[in-house]
């Protein structure tokens, strides 16, 4: 699977950025879409994930509940992540991710990611 962010830039605080991932792919035979950040010196760090396998959820970093939203179009192979109330904190460089299951074994999920787009919340 082969996947392309889009969507990033500059915004001042409290500003608003929607991301963009384009599958190249089916997404509905992914097993998890989501979003990650590694914000400057900082270690990778989830976002928010679509789940879709058993009962399926939604997953949100703690510090972005409530301000971003993770959705999904299976008509465009797209997931987007809609970013309100930006805050400094938020700039880091934005991964999309796709996981699938290894067929062999379902308990081994196979990540894909996209190459970063970079999102700067700046005054």
């Known amino acids: 699977v082969q996947l392309q962010a889009s969507g990033g830039g500059l915004m001042q605080p409290g500003g608003s950025l929607r991301l963009s991932c384009a599958a190249s792919?089916?997404?509905?035979?992914?097993?998890?879409m989501g979003w990650y950040r590694q914000p400057p010196g900082k270690v990778r760090e989830l976002v928010a994930k679509?789940?879709?396998?058993?009962?399926?959820?939604?997953d949100y970093l703690r510090s972005v509940r409530g301000r971003f939203a993770i959705s999904r179009d299976n008509a465009k192979n797209a997931w987007y992540l809609q970013m309100n109330n930006l805050r400094y904190e938020d700039t880091a460089v934005y991964y999309c991710?796709?996981?699938?299951?290894?067929?062999?074994?379902?308990?081994?999920?196979?990540?894909?990611w996209g190459q970063g787009t970079l999102v700067t919340v700046s005054s």
């Open positions: 991710n796709a996981q699938i299951a290894k067929p062999s074994d379902r308990t081994i999920l196979i990540d894909y």
């Open positions: 792919e089916n997404i509905g035979s992914l097993d998890a």
């Open positions: 679509i789940i879709t396998t058993g009962a399926g959820r939604i």
